[in-house]
């Protein structure tokens, strides 16, 4: 499995997200720049952290506009795995890949701690290797974290299983119904705000995000 | 030329957590009369009314990239016209 880890003016996780795969897992993954305008060769996509374009307008708005997005949604409506954390996350809202948008933290302050979250479906490229209902701990780090979604939307998300992981102990920005990730209706866009790349081996303290890029390595020899 | 100035604001049923901080800023002023402050921007735009009409355009930009209708809605002004 060959993975993309594209590279937006701004992008500041980048780096964290390519060695999680390439040095914790051992993974063949590359750099893709957003002036690029193809993904051939590769089997998945991530979208890493920062503050892409100044997070000017809004955070991950003007990100769409990279010749590389493109490519990303074909690649993503294809079925294809697309990730996304914090600034990822954001972009693939403010695409359109994914339901909902992410507003400003209600506590009107940048939150950086690690918070306890419940994995709520496990039945993802991302999330294959934890357990449903399993409570793990992510570093968060962002200003503009609070899920919104209306209440339709909302139920839909919740009936679908697309809501992935939720804060368990704390909701520390607002976000409706304590979401911290979710996916696309199809299941292979995943976004949240937690940093599943800052938590890959007990060198960093915590290895509790090391399963999202294994289950996804897994996925990739299941699917040859 | 046509200056217009387009307002985006949160819809009615999202938090704003900044008018909410700034009301309560207000209240601690003596200003109780004061019920609720929403916070919203604004975009001053000059539009070439010869090459696209200014609803048009405006409805276009505002919709393509300016507004986030999960969240947001909006409005516009003429500022001025000749």
Redesign the interface.
Known sequence: MKIAVIVFPGSNCDIDLYEALHTVCDADVEYVSYKQDNLDGFDAVMLPGGFSYGDY??CG?IARFSPIMPAVIEFAKNGKPVFGTCNGFQIL??VGLL???L??????KFVCKTVELTVENTNTPFTSLYKKGEKINLPIAHADGSY???EELLAELEENGQVVFRYSKENPN?SLNDIAGITNKQGNVLGMMPHPERAVEMLLGNEDGLRVFKSLLEEGKVKG | MTKVRIFVTYKQ???D??GE?ITEAVHSLGHNEVKEIKVGKFFDVTIDSREKEVGESVKEISEQ??V?F??ETYRYEIMEED
């Open positions: 307008l809004r708005a809202t403010e339901p909902g948008a507003k400003r933290n209600n506590s009107l919104y979604a209306d607002g | 049923s999202v938090f957590p900044q901080t990239l300016l986030n999960n969240l």
